[in-house]
C-alpha cells in the first residue's frame, strides 16, 4: 500500500474529512518516522529492511518509536492514521486560530496542523527533549517551524495561550486545568480519556463562556498510551480474610465489552483491572482481577457463578461493586460510549454524566 492509497482508504471510509485531505496527502507519516521502530516485539531497522519498514509506516498501524528502559511498554509512537485523521476531523480547525498540542511524539501531527494553519498558529510540547529536539530536526527539514517545547505537556504553554484548540496525543484520566485556563471560551478541547479499569474514549470538551469548566461527549472509542504521571499503577496488595462467593454476571461481559467496561470505570473511579490466565489456580483458568491499592477482588472466567468462583479481600467487596455497575448499565439500555460525557471544572472536579450534562454519573 502506498501513501496515496492509504489516504484514499480514510477519505472513503469517512475518517478523513474533505477539508484535510489534501494536507493528510501531502504529509506522509514517512516523513517523520524514525529509522527503527518497534513492531511484533522486534525493531525493524529501516536502514536493514526498507521494504518491510516502508510497508509499516504507510500502513494503518500505530507504531511504537520509544519503550520504557529495560521494558517492552511503549513510552512514545507515531499514532494510527485512521485515529489521527478522526482526531483532526473532530478538532475542527479554522484558518487563524492557534493550537496546543500536548504530546509531540515525531512530529508528524505538528506537522500536519502546520501545513493547514501556519507554524506561527502551533504550539507543540513534548515531556522528553530528545523527542523534541528530534521532531524539531524533522519539521525544519520540510520547511515548517512550529513552536516546539520540551516540557511537561499537562503544564500547557501559557506563553502562547489563549488557544482556540487544545489536543492532547496520550491519554488521561484527569484533564488538566491548565489545559482549561489556557484554551479561550467556547475553544474545544480534544482528549484521550480513560480511567484504571478501561482506557478508554476521545473526549471533547468545550470550554463554558467564563471559562471556569469545559464541557462535551466522548465521540470516539480510541485507547492510547498514558501520559507518563497518570499511568495506572497495578501496586503491591495484601489478600488476607478472602471471601468467596459466585458471580452474578458473566466476566466475559466486562472483559469483552468495552462500552460496559468504560461505563463501569467511570462509576467506580480508581479500580484498576487486568485480565490473566492463573496457572497456579487449581482451576487452571482465566481470571478478572480488579483492586483499588486496598481491596483486592477476582472472578474465574470459566465457572464464574461457581460458589468460589470469586475472591474479595479488603474493606470493599469490589466485585460486587462492578456486578452493581453493570446492572445499572443494562438498565439504562446498554449505552455506547458516545453517549457519555464529561464535565470538567477548572478546579479539577471530574463529572462524567450520561446522555446530557445534567445527568451526572454518581
Not at 462509576?267 to 489456580?281: E, H, K, N, S, T
Request: with cysteine.
Amino acid at each position: 500500500m502506498t501513501w496515496d492509497e492509504l489516504t484514499d482508504g480514510l477519505k472513503n471510509s469517512g475518517a478523513l474529512s474533505p477539508d484535510w485531505e489534501q494536507t493528510f496527502r501531502s504529509t506522509p507519516r514517512a516523513e517523520f518516522t524514525p529509522d527503527r521502530i518497534f513492531h511484533d516485539g522486534e525493531w525493524i531497522d529501516r536502514n536493514e529492511e526498507p521494504g518491510r519498514w516502508s510497508t509499516l509506516v504507510d500502513s494503518d498501524l500505530a507504531l511504537v518509536t520509544q519503550l520504557y528502559d529495560d521494558t517492552v511498554i511503549p513510552s512514545s509512537s507515531s499514532s494510527m492514521p485512521t485515529v489521527v485523521a478522526q482526531m483532526l476531523r473532530h478538532l475542527d480547525v479554522d484558518k487563524g486560530m492557534r493550537v496546543l498540542e500536548l504530546g509531540t511524539g515525531t512530529g508528524w501531527t505538528a506537522a500536519l496542523l502546520s501545513r493547514r494553519l501556519g507554524s506561527e498558529n502551533v504550539t507543540s510540547v513534548e515531556l522528553d527533549p530528545e523527542l523534541a529536539g528530534r521532531a524539531r530536526e524533522r519539521l525544519d527539514a520540510v520547511g515548517l517551524r512550529p513552536a516546539v517545547i520540551a516540557n511537561d505537556g499537562t503544564r500547557g504553554h501559557p506563553e502562547s495561550s489563549p488557544f482556540h484548540r487544545a489536543h492532547l496525543t496520550a491519554a488521561v484520566q484527569r484533564v488538566p486545568s491548565a489545559i482549561i485556563e489556557q484554551t479561550a471560551p467556547g475553544g474545544v478541547i480534544l482528549a484521550p480519556y480513560g480511567t484504571a479499569f478501561c482506557n478508554g474514549g476521545l473526549l471533547r470538551l468545550t470550554v463554558a463562556e467564563d471559562g471556569r469548566s469545559a464541557s462535551g461527549p466522548f465521540v470516539e472509542d480510541v485507547s492510547f498510551m498514558w501520559v507518563r504521571d497518570q499511568r495506572p499503577a497495578s501496586g503491591e496488595f495484601d489478600i488476607e480474610d478472602v471471601r468467596y462467593g459466585g458471580s452474578a454476571i458473566d466476566p466475559a461481559e466486562v472483559a469483552e465489552e468495552t462500552h460496559a467496561a468504560f461505563a463501569i470505570g467511570l462509576r467506580l473511579p480508581g479500580l484498576f483491572r487486568q485480565d490473566v490466565w492463573a496457572g497456579y489456580d487449581r482451576f487452571g483458568t482465566g481470571r478478572s482481577e480488579i483492586w483499588d491499592g486496598v481491596s483486592y477482588a477476582h472472578c474465574r472466567l470459566a465457572d464464574w457463578s461457581g460458589r468460589h468462583a470469586v475472591s474479595q479481600s479488603g474493606p470493599r467487596d469490589l466485585w460486587d461493586e462492578v456486578t452493581t455497575a453493570h446492572t445499572w448499565w443494562e438498565r439504562n439500555g446498554r449505552p455506547g460510549l458516545t453517549r457519555f460525557g464529561m464535565t470538567v471544572a477548572l478546579t479539577g472536579e471530574h463529572h462524567p454524566w450520561l446522555d446530557r450534562p445534567g445527568n451526572i454519573i454518581s
